[in-house]
């Protein structure tokens, strides 16, 4: 995996874990549930009881699941594919929904933009204190605070702008139980996909560190068209609009 891959530009649902039962432990048939609490209502990314994998209830939440489910295939709307590091295969298609544009990629760590104390020239050694996204205050934005996203620089494969994506735009960035929300913040190589901030990655559970971080696999991307978060560091504004777009993107048929 490129664990930063801005230096290619510069040249040129709960994790069910099954915990095994003590040998004195009764089977489960056996136990008197009758004083046992009700489960814990499941917060968005992790799949409730109740629900079946891949299954969505307009009652519920945003499980990582059904977001999944939703983007299964791929109607593709890139003219060519994408490699997820230099010199691995270009395979990777940008796909097309009702509403959204979907990838499925690894996660490498994009630590650019403000100096920070987890990110900076020390701690990534591609570190570039800018960001292709600006916040309201003319800033560039926060990696270690603000979770966001790499789309690649417009070229002959796509042009993420021609889609109705834009910077500040809001993604949900789905890795194993847990759905982060995101906004569009920076800009990449024309040739890769599969990169986002140290927040993103945190949040996401996935090792933040700008030099040997990241996940080689696993990650779907979904950024919805014509979305704006505003101001565009505000996480909360992105975690309301995500949460949003999200439900009525697994509603639309």
């Known amino acids: 995996m490129h ?41 968005d990314g992790a799949a409730g009881p109740r629900a079946a994998a891949g299954s969505f209830r307009l009652d519920g939440p945003v499980t990582a699941d059904a977001l999944r489910a939703k983007v299964q295939g791929c109607a593709r709307v890139s003219k060519g594919l994408y490699r997820s590091d230099q010199g691995r295969p270009a395979d990777i298609p940008v796909c097309g929904k009702k509403g959204a544009v979907h990838w499925k990629a690894d996660l490498d760590i994009d630590c650019d933009g403000q100096v920070t104390a987890r990110c900076n020239k020390r701690t990534d050694p591609w570190f ?38 834009r910077g500040g735009g809001v993604a949900a960035v789905v890795y194993k139980d847990r759905v982060e929300y995101a906004v569009v913040g920076d800009t990449g190589p024309a040739q890769l996909v599969g990169e986002a901030s140290y927040a993103a990655a945190k949040s996401l559970g996935i090792d933040p560190d700008p030099a040997r971080g990241g996940v080689a696999s696993g990650v779907t991307y979904i950024l919805f068209k014509n979305s704006a978060v505003t101001p565009i560091e505000s996480r909360s504004a992105a975690v309301k609009l995500g949460g949003e777009l999200a439900r009525k993107f697994l509603q639309d048929n």
Do not use: C
Request: aromatic share 6%.
């Open 3 to 43: 664990h930063r891959s801005h230096i290619y530009a510069a040249l040129g649902a709960v994790l069910l874990t099954a915990a095994a039962l003590p040998a004195t432990a009764h089977p489960a048939s056996a136990l008197d549930t009758t004083h046992l609490p009700p489960p814990p209502a499941p917060r």
């Open 128 to 165: 570039h204190g800018d960001t292709a996204f600006h916040q309201s205050n003319g800033k560039p934005l926060n990696a270690e605070k603000l979770p966001y996203i790499v789309v690649p620089a417009p070229s002959k494969v796509w042009d993420y702008r021609a889609a109705g994506v």
